[in-house]
């Protein structure tokens, strides 16, 4: 038999359920504790239990100065990132689920770039493809890391689909601790290969982009599961 859910939960589970209804919204500002509490006929623990539960869960924020208070929180990927990357240190996400995942995301933001993006967005593309390939003439590879993933956000970006937004954002940020953490070097042909999707994707040829990104994932994770497996073997 299912035990019923502690009191804290389901305060949490109400405050989801009208944020789903749009009775709360980004930036809103919810009640006091002890207006919460006599609201749901708990306690004031049991609501701040709660709060904390959904500062944890990145649904809300607290604030404090002046206009301090509990508000819900701008959605990001932050926390999506902050899960997953704790699988992969437990072992309960394989490198190998995240860069088949991440190919498969990829693929269909390529699409739907190609469809909806814009002159402006291609233009921010190319820029930050001309950033990434000035950082690798100067030798300033760690910086050069960062802005390379920019692109990804980028072209999530030229979507105009939010949930996309978030998903590319999450899988990119566990993709630069992996970067990080495994020592990898950058791949010489990546600049390249960043030119061709983007000239497919100003053309709307999405079959050739897509194809573009798939072969360059499975080359790049290929590189990736190589470094893993040397640094797995040095710390040995």
Known sequence: MTAPPRVF?????????RLARGELKTGDKLPSERDLAESFGASRAAVREALRSLERGGVVELRKGVKGGTYIARADATQVTRSLDDLLCMGGVSIDSLTESRTIVQGAVVRLAAARGTEADFDLLEQSIDRTEALTLEGRLEERRVQLLNFYRLLAEA??????????GSLTDLVLKLLARHQ???????????????????????DKAAMLMSDHLDKLHAHFAKAAKKRRVESL
Not at 9 to 17: F, G, K, P, T, Y
Not at 184 to 206: F, K
């Open 159 to 168: 979507t105009h689909n939010e949930v996309m937004q978030l998903l590319v």
């Open 184 to 206: 990898v070097q950058p791949r010489a042909t990546t600049v390249r290969t960043h030119r061709q999707i983007l000239r497919c994707l100003r053309a709307r040829d999405a």
């Open 9 to 17: 939960e389901s305060i949490c589970d109400e405050v989801r359920a």
